[in-house]
């Protein structure tokens, strides 16, 4: 007889796993979609809004970077306890309370009357992002039947793509337009339409994933881990900290130096709890993988850099080059499309190769491309000097981006896999939150350098060499700490911790699967 998880606790109700053919499986994935595009849209629109969100409010450069900063912080800080939450609650319902408090925070930033609320909309917006975003991919992995998953994150991905690189587009279209308010406006759209196709069709899946069937239960029964919130306040803790002290600097004072030390104490804090913790949000036994490690540590230099570029480059666009928000947008498609389209080619590749080549060469090609931005100034040609750079810079991610994901994944044990994407994905965004919150100080930017086009185009040049010289690091760890051997990848059983993987990386690892 079976028993009603609502009603006495008993064991849950085992429920057929979804095939894509059916009604409800494509209404769950088309639930997925809908919630990663409303993070993708929300991240990818903002740079481009930049210089007027700074003109409207007679704001100074810390105001840019810590609207940009304000939701990479709350993301970084606590996508490893959503994907927590989403295990111990239910990943459908954690899922959907972060797809509304997204579109409720992308409301507060549209109509933000100053500075400080928008900041403070941003940073509830990132709130949102780290109970929505590990829930996108493990509802997948959690709903469909094994046979189905490959297909399914294949056109996850891809569909996510699309939303990452219409981004900035219609970022710029509408700052141009209605006005940059409206950027923000532009995420409740698909947040409005996934809630009811969230509600009526995901199935719900609580703890541990099984490959006949998905656990469907009311009960929030343990989960992977239980909830380490210690460890998640001391990291989010450590990075607001981190962050304040490098974007105050310039000025100095107590202040600065107080939070710079309230950094390095929580960082230390947070270290001492994950090694004594019963259930560590970050298991540091995970890092006795020298490849885990090693992919670690090239991430960093990698999205740091990247990070740092990419808010440079669309105010350099705008404030120097002259350009329209929706040209900065449009301007910066080709590295997008070169991503989606040779991304899986490129992980067929690295299979091959392994993974000590194309993380050597990639940064490096990378670089070079920041490198060649350098002649992007006043009156650049966008075909004769801003495309050729970018269209570089593409090929080098194209060579990196999805090695860097294959090797991550090969490198721990299957059960580990959502743990260490989930370890990863923090990573890359705390290293983007870095990077812009310290490149403008190591280049000498002042708070009003956006306003004038001199002045910044002196500290774009100052950064570009900098940016190419961390992603050379990279590429000199990957050398030398990278096996030069094809590991036999694993099927990862779990993704509940896995965040969201960058839509190419999932495309590459989706063919992968696909071909075993």
Same mark, same amino acid.
């Given at each position: 007889?079976?028993? *009603?998880?609502?009603?006495?606790?008993?064991?849950?109700?085992?429920?057929?796993?979804?095939?894509?053919?059916?009604?409800?499986?494509?209404?769950?994935?088309?639930? +997925? @979609?809908?919630?990663?595009? @409303?993070?993708?849209?929300? *991240?990818?629109?903002?740079?481009?809004?930049?210089?007027?969100?700074?003109?409207?409010?007679?704001?100074?450069?810390?105001?840019?970077?810590?609207?940009?900063?304000?939701?990479?912080?709350?993301?970084?800080?606590?996508?490893?306890?959503?994907?927590?939450?989403?295990?111990?609650?239910?990943?459908?319902?954690?899922?959907?309370?972060?797809?509304?408090?997204?579109?409720?925070?992308?409301? #507060?930033?549209?109509?933000?009357?100053?500075?400080?609320?928008?900041?403070?909309?941003?940073?509830? $917006?990132? @709130?949102?992002?780290?109970?929505?975003?590990?829930?996108?991919?493990?509802?997948?992995?959690?709903?469909?039947?094994?046979?189905?998953?490959?297909?399914?994150?294949?056109?996850?991905?891809?569909?996510?793509?699309?939303?990452?690189?219409?981004?900035?587009?219609?970022?710029?279209?509408?700052?141009?337009?209605?006005?940059?308010?409206?950027?923000?406006?532009?995420?409740?759209?698909?947040?409005?339409?996934?809630?009811?196709?969230?509600?009526?069709?995901?199935?719900?899946?609580?703890?541990?994933?099984?490959?006949?069937?998905?656990?469907?239960?009311?009960?929030?029964?343990?989960?992977?881990?239980?909830?380490?919130?210690?460890?998640?306040?001391?990291?989010?803790?450590?990075?607001?900290?981190? +962050?304040?002290?490098?974007?105050?600097?310039?000025?100095?004072?107590?202040?600065?130096?107080?939070?710079? @030390?309230?950094?390095?104490?929580?960082?230390?804090?947070? #270290?001492?709890?994950?090694?004594?913790? =019963?259930?560590?949000?970050?298991?540091?036994?995970? /890092?006795?993988?020298?490849?885990?490690?090693?992919?670690?540590?090239?991430?960093?230099?990698?999205?740091?850099?990247?990070?740092? /570029?990419? /808010?440079?480059? =669309?105010?350099?666009? $705008?404030?120097?080059?002259?350009?329209?928000?929706? =040209?900065?947008?449009?301007?910066?498609?080709?590295?997008?499309?070169?991503?989606?389209?040779?991304?899986?080619?490129?992980?067929?590749?690295?299979?091959?190769?392994?993974?000590?080549?194309?993380?050597?060469?990639?940064?490096?090609?990378?670089?070079?491309?920041?490198?060649?931005?350098?002649?992007?100034? %006043?009156?650049?040609?966008?075909?004769?000097?801003? #495309?050729?750079? #970018?269209?570089?810079?593409?090929?080098?991610?194209?060579?990196?981006?999805?090695?860097?994901?294959?090797?991550?994944? *090969?490198?721990?044990?299957?059960?580990?896999?959502?743990?260490?994407?989930?370890?990863?994905?923090?990573?890359?965004?705390?290293?983007?939150?870095?990077?812009?919150?310290?490149? %403008?100080?190591?280049?000498?930017?002042?708070?009003?350098?956006?306003?004038?086009?001199?002045? /910044?185009?002196?500290?774009?040049?100052?950064?570009? %060499?900098?940016?190419?010289?961390?992603?050379?690091?990279?590429?000199?760890?990957?050398?030398?700490?990278?096996? $030069?051997?094809?590991?036999? %990848?694993?099927?990862? $059983?779990?993704? =509940?911790?896995?965040?969201?993987?960058?839509?190419?990386?999932?495309?590459?690892?989706?063919?992968?699967? *696909?071909?075993?």
């Amino acid at each position: 007889m079976k028993h *009603s998880p609502a009603t006495d606790g008993a064991a849950p109700v085992p429920v057929p796993l979804l095939r894509i053919a059916s009604a409800r499986g494509r209404w769950t994935l088309l639930a +997925t @979609v809908l919630g990663s595009s @409303v993070v993708l849209l929300g *991240s990818t629109v903002t740079n481009v809004a930049l210089p007027r969100i700074g003109r409207d409010f007679g704001a100074d450069l810390a105001v840019l970077q810590w609207t940009v900063n304000a939701y990479m912080l709350a993301l970084a800080g606590l996508i490893l306890l959503g994907g927590s939450l989403g295990d111990r609650l239910g990943r459908r319902r954690v899922f959907v309370v972060g797809v509304v408090w997204f579109a409720v925070a992308s409301l #507060l930033c549209a109509l933000a009357p100053n500075a400080g609320t928008l900041i403070a909309a941003r940073a509830l $917006q990132g @709130v949102g992002g780290a109970l929505l975003t590990p829930g996108s991919l493990a509802i997948i992995e959690a709903s469909f039947h094994p046979d189905d998953r490959p297909r399914a994150i294949g056109l996850w991905s891809g569909f996510g793509g699309i939303a990452a690189a219409l981004g900035p587009f219609l970022g710029g279209w509408l700052v141009d337009g209605p006005g940059w308010r409206w950027t923000f406006v532009l995420s409740i759209v698909p947040a409005l339409l996934c809630v009811p196709v969230a509600l009526n069709h995901v199935p719900e899946s609580v703890g541990g994933l099984r490959e006949d069937t998905v656990v469907a239960t009311g009960a929030a029964g343990r989960g992977r881990w239980a909830f380490d919130v210690p460890g998640a306040v001391l990291g989010a803790l450590a990075l607001a900290l981190t +962050t304040y002290a490098l974007t105050a600097a310039r000025h100095g004072g107590p202040v600065a130096v107080a939070a710079a @030390v309230g950094g390095v104490v929580g960082g230390a804090a947070f #270290l001492h709890v994950e090694r004594r913790s =019963a259930d560590p949000m970050m298991p540091p036994a995970i /890092f006795s993988s020298r490849q885990f490690t090693a992919i670690n540590l090239i991430t960093l230099c990698v999205y740091a850099s990247t990070g740092g /570029f990419y /808010f440079l480059a =669309a105010l350099q666009l $705008q404030i120097v080059v002259g350009y329209s928000a929706l =040209a900065a947008g449009a301007a910066m498609l080709p590295t997008t499309v070169l991503m989606l389209l040779f991304s899986s080619g490129s992980g067929v590749l690295a299979q091959r190769l392994g993974p000590r080549l194309p993380l050597t060469l990639g940064p490096l090609v990378c670089g070079a491309g920041m490198l060649m931005m350098l002649r992007v100034g %006043p009156g650049a040609s966008y075909p004769a000097d801003v #495309l050729p750079a #970018l269209v570089v810079m593409g090929t080098g991610m194209v060579v990196l981006v999805a090695p860097l994901t294959v090797t991550l994944l *090969s490198s721990v044990d299957a059960s580990n896999a959502g743990l260490a994407s989930g370890i990863n994905n923090a990573a890359a965004r705390a290293a983007g939150l870095m990077a812009v919150a310290a490149l %403008p100080l190591l280049v000498g930017m002042g708070p009003d350098a956006y306003r004038s086009g001199a002045a /910044f185009d002196a500290s774009f040049r100052r950064a570009m %060499p900098l940016c190419a010289g961390l992603l050379a690091v990279g590429a000199a760890l990957a050398f030398a700490l990278l096996r $030069q051997t094809t590991a036999a %990848p694993h099927r990862p $059983q779990r993704w =509940a911790h896995g965040g969201l993987l960058e839509p190419p990386l999932v495309s590459r690892f989706t063919h992968h699967r *696909s071909a075993e």
